[in-house]
Antibody, heavy 119, light 109 residues
């Protein structure tokens, strides 16, 4: 079964750092682009960026460039999303999703990681 | 950057009725790279339609997609109770950028 499993919910204080993960299984992880999507409470989906684990080629949304870092370790089939200094406005659900080889739709989604930033 | 505008924002219908959801792009979108997703409360989005008109694996045939250029449509022919959810369109651009519409909430009338 093809699946993406994300790390658990996080509660952090403003200014703290954080790295969340997304582990793929059931397919060739290194050969598919993997994206990150933010969903703030009660809001829509926002694309953050996308990475190709095979060579770590990464593309960021202009809205998130410089705000987060996307990385991947193909040896353990895992992608990461990290922040160096969290803000309250980073409170959201974060999803990873695999980009299909053809048609480029996001065909497999992780279950989501809730990040809460509060003092 | 391509902007996708979905309408209506909220659609109130009854089970058994036909739903028509619209997605309009600020500039022409390659149909190959236009997708639709369904999201239910507390769940991750689920791919419904890719390539503007192809159903993803396991998606019932009451869901259909159409359109080209700047105007795309998701149609649900006969609404089932489980179809009431939020629907998003999404496009993938030539520079690897991804854009989502703001969503249409389909609610029970």
């Amino acid at each position: 079964e093809v699946q993406l499993v994300q790390s658990g919910a996080e509660v952090k204080k403003p200014g703290e750092s954080l790295k969340i993960s997304c582990q793929g299984s059931g397919y060739s992880f290194a050969s598919y682009w993997l994206g990150w999507v933010r969903q703030m409470p009660g809001k829509g989906l926002e694309w953050m960026g996308i990475i190709y684990p095979g060579d770590s080629d990464t593309k960021y949304s202009p809205s998130f460039q410089g705000q987060v870092t996307i990385s991947a370790d193909k040896s353990i089939n895992t992608a990461y999303l990290q922040w160096s200094s969290l803000k309250a406005s980073d409170t959201a659900m974060y999803y990873c999703a695999r980009r299909a080889t053809y048609y480029y739709a996001l065909d497999v989604w992780g279950q989501g990681t809730t990040v809460t930033v509060s003092s | 950057e391509i902007v996708l505008t979905q309408s209506p924002g909220t659609l109130s219908l009854s089970p058994g009725e036909r739903a028509t959801l619209s997605c309009r792009a600020s500039q022409s979108v390659t149909s190959t790279y236009l997708a639709w997703y369904q999201q239910k409360p507390g769940q991750a989005p689920r791919l419904l339609i890719y390539g503007a008109s192809s159903r993803a694996t396991g998606i019932p045939d009451r869901f259909s997609g159409s359109g080209s250029g700047t105007d795309f449509t998701l149609t649900i022919s006969r609404l089932e109770p489980e179809d009431f959810a939020v629907y998003y369109c999404q496009q993938y651009g030539s520079s690897k950028e991804i854009t989502f519409g703001q969503g249409t909430r389909l609610e029970i009338k």
